[in-house]
Nanobody, 120 residues
């Protein structure tokens, strides 16, 4: 499976961006899909995931601002990011795993990342 992210860019604080991640190679409907991010000088951190039944989970710092969704027909997972803050600046990666535990620990597949920069 190849994952390709898009939608990153430069936005002012308070603005919004929508990230997309398209999978190719095989259907991803049975996978748990997620987003991670890595800020400069920091370790990669979990942001959100969505399982095959569309149950979602978010890290505390993005709850109420970010929304993860999926479209299995398009083999795509999205991350709608609202009320962006400078501390959201990072490279955002999508990932896929056979379960939430696999996704959170050792994702099976990773995308190449897309840069999100939030200016103050």
């Amino acid at each position: 499976v190849q994952l390709v992210e898009s939608g990153g860019g430069l936005v002012q604080a308070g603005g919004s961006l929508r990230l997309s991640c398209v999978a190719s190679g095989r259907p991803i409907s049975s996978y748990t899909l997620g987003w991670f991010r890595q800020a400069p000088g920091k370790e990669r951190e979990f942001v959100a995931h969505i399982n095959w039944g569309s149950s979602t989970y978010y890290t505390d710092s993005v709850k109420g601002r970010f929304t993860i969704s999926r479209d299995n027909a398009k083999n795509t997972v999205y991350l709608q990011m609202n009320s962006l803050k400078p501390e959201d600046t990072a490279v955002y990666y999508c990932a896929a795993g056979t379960s939430a535990i696999v996704l959170r620990t050792t994702p099976t597949y990773w995308g190449q990342g897309t840069q999100v920069t939030v200016s103050s």
